[in-house]
C-alpha cells in the first residue's frame, strides 16, 4: 500500500534524512521508532508532501507521490494526526472536525462522519460547541484523530499522539485505534515509548540519524541486541 525507498530530504542546508526506506501493507499497524531528532516526523512529512525529496521515491498505492502536495495526499485517501495536535483553539470542537471533512469526497458525508466521531468519543459530542483550546489534553488528541477520520481515510499517519496525554485516556485512545484498524484502516504510528508501540504495532521500523536501521516485529526486535541495547531506554 506504501512504499518508501531509499528517500532523503534536506532542510535548507541541512541533511534531515539520509536513507529511510520502509514499506506498509494494507491493512497493518506499524510503528516507527527512534529518539529525539532521528527524523520520524520529517519521515512522516515527506509522506504527505509537507518536505519534498531530494532522493528515493514515496509511492502509495503503486502510484509515486513525488507530485503530490498535502491536500492531493488527503484527497488519495491518507490523513495526518499531526504532533502537537494543531487545532483551531477558538474553534468548538465541532467545527475543529468540520475541517477535516474539506475534501470533495468527504463533504457530502459531514453529518454521518460526525456521528461516526462521537461515537468513537463520546465525550466529545458532549463538549461539541466547546472551543477546542478549553479541553483537557487528552480531549484535544481525541478531537485531532476525530478531525483526521472525517476524510475517510484508508491510511492514518499518527505523529506522537500521546504526548501530555493521561494514561488512562491514552489507554482509551488506543482502545479507539484499534477500533478504527478493525474496519479496515492502515496505520503507521510515530512513538517514542518502545513497549507502548510494540504492543499496538504489527512491526516497526527503527530510524537512526535519518537512516532506517532496523526492521521486524516485536519478538524480532525484542530478541536483537543491538535494538534492546541502544533503544529499550528511549521513553
Not at 209 to 229: C, K, M, W, Y
Request: proline residues 4%.
Amino acid at each position: 500500500m506504501l512504499e518508501v525507498a531509499n528517500i532523503m530530504v534536506d532542510h535548507g542546508k541541512l541533511r534531515a534524512l539520509w536513507d529511510i526506506s520502509l514499506n506498509v501493507r494494507q491493512g497493518e499497524r506499524v510503528a516507527l521508532l527512534g529518539a529525539n531528532g532521528a527524523g520520524k516526523s520529517t519521515t512522516i512529512g515527506a509522506i504527505v508532501g509537507l518536505y519534498p525529496l531530494t532522493g528515493g521515491s514515496i509511492q502509495y498505492d503503486g502510484k509515486p507521490m513525488a507530485r503530490f502536495d498535502t491536500a492531493d495526499t488527503v484527497a488519495g485517501g491518507i490523513a495526518l494526526v499531526p504532533e502537537g495536535r494543531r487545532l483551531f483553539g477558538n474553534m468548538s470542537v465541532q467545527e475543529n472536525l468540520a475541517m477535516g471533512a474539506y475534501t470533495k469526497r468527504a463533504r457530502p458525508k459531514l453529518d454521518e462522519s460526525l456521528d461516526k466521531a462521537f461515537n468513537l468519543f463520546p465525550i466529545l459530542k458532549e463538549k461539541r460547541h466547546q472551543n477546542a483550546g478549553e479541553l483537557s489534553g487528552g480531549q484535544q488528541q481525541q478531537v485531532a484523530i476525530a478531525r483526521a477520520l472525517m476524510s475517510s481515510p484508508r491510511m492514518l499517519l499518527l505523529d506522537e499522539p500521546f504526548i501530555g496525554v493521561a494514561p488512562k485516556v491514552i489507554e482509551e485512545i488506543l482502545a479507539a485505534l484499534r477500533r478504527i484498524c478493525s474496519e479496515g484502516v492502515t496505520m503507521l504510528l510515530v512513538e517514542q515509548n518502545i513497549h507502548r508501540a510494540l504492543a499496538f504495532a504489527a512491526r516497526a521500523y527503527v530510524i537512526e540519524n535519518g537512516r532506517t536501521v532496523l526492521e521486524g516485529d516485536r519478538e524480532t526486535l525484542l530478541g536483537n541486541p543491538a535494538f534492546s541495547d541502544k533503544f529499550l531506554g528511549l521513553e
